[in-house]
């Protein structure tokens, strides 16, 4: 049996804190469904991508990686979840900040759907206090954020930051 997990998030935009959670789940599962989420949350800072342009990034991203499938979400993940077959969900936690929000998450997606179980994987430590939003915030005042996020990125944050 071939085990796969599905990795949700909104990748607003994907960032190299994403990529290292990815990688490391390859290590432990037989392939990565990264499922990007057609709904966002109103609060976000600086330029935000929409869908297309989100969904088309993570793939342009995470073409040369093997076992990684990308596919949209706009309903509940565990919708999602029965769709695909593939009960286990992966999700970063980066500081104690994550957590409540995480654990509250986990919690009702097994509520909803007992077979889920949600696997916490922690990124190397220069990622864990890297978030989309400060990476599109310091985009968007015209600051370096290479070292954040993998080159198509930076250049689609470029190319929106244009004045
Ligand atoms: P959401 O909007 O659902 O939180 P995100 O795309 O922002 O989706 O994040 C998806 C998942 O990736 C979340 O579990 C989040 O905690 C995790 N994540 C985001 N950035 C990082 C990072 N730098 N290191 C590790 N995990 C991260």
Known sequence: MSAKIIYPGTFDP???GHVD??????NLFD???VAVSAVTSAQKKG???????RFALVQNVLRQIPKIEVCQFSGLLVDLAREKNVFSVLRG??????FEYELMLADMNRRLE???ETIFLTPTEHYAYLTASMV????SLGGDVSRFVP???CEALKEKNKH
């Open 47 to 53: 330029n935000n991508f929409d869908f297309t342009e």
């Open 93 to 98: 936690l980066r500081a104690i900040s994550d």
């Open 114 to 116: 007992p077979k889920i």
């Open 151 to 153: 080159l198509e990125v």
């Open 14 to 16: 994907i960032t190299n």
């Open 136 to 139: 599109r915030e310091i985009a």
């Open 21 to 26: 959670i990815i990688k490391r789940a390859l």
């Open 31 to 33: 392939g990565v469904i």
